[in-house]
């Protein structure tokens, strides 16, 4: 969000009333700033996250229509659901930059995929107390360097794949 308040920041009613805040079309928002404002393992794990946001949203308005959809284009959209529910953030309640490119790492790479999207945030909460509490080294290599080198990459991978083995959601 940084990375665009310095320009236009486009808001949707529709975007609002289902829940999303802020309620930006990141699609036709624009900065002055950009990728300026973050750091370098920001850039690496979000980089293509406005664009393919705005392409979920210009599929999800397309699905409406209530065509059938091909495996690919479901999957899509699938994806973007999920990655919707991990944007969204409780007010008051700002998340690190290394807990987002934690997040963002497993939701832009396919891993939350097979997560139901209405257990996406708690697979989030749950995801990050195991990290810090397992993998506390990658959370401080992320948080000194700021990169996302292939090595933290690779960790990030292992602590996922590690996690996601004995992760059983709850059931409410």
Do not use: C
């Amino acid at each position: 969000m940084i990375s665009i308040t310095d320009g236009q920041i486009y808001l949707q009613p529709d975007l609002f009333f289902s829940g999303i805040r802020p309620a930006m079309n990141a699609g036709i928002s624009v900065s002055r700033v950009g990728g300026a404002a973050q750091t370098k393992a920001m850039k690496k794990v979000a980089g293509g996250l406005r664009l393919d946001l705005a392409a979920f949203r210009a599929l999800e308005a397309f699905a409406q229509l209530g065509t059938d959809l091909d495996a690919a284009t479901q999957s899509q959209l699938d994806r973007g659901y999920r990655m919707v529910e991990l944007l969204k953030q409780p007010q008051y309640q700002p998340m690190k930059m290394t807990d987002q490119v934690l997040s963002l790492f497993a939701g832009t790479r396919g891993y939350l995929d097979d997560v139901p999207v209405k257990q996406v945030q708690q697979w989030e909460k749950d995801f990050l107390h195991f990290v810090h509490s397992k993998y506390n080294s990658l959370v401080e290599d992320l948080d000194s360097k700021q990169e996302l080198s292939d090595a933290i990459a690779e960790q990030i991978i292992t602590a996922i794949k590690d996690f996601k083995t004995g992760y059983k959601p709850e059931v409410k």
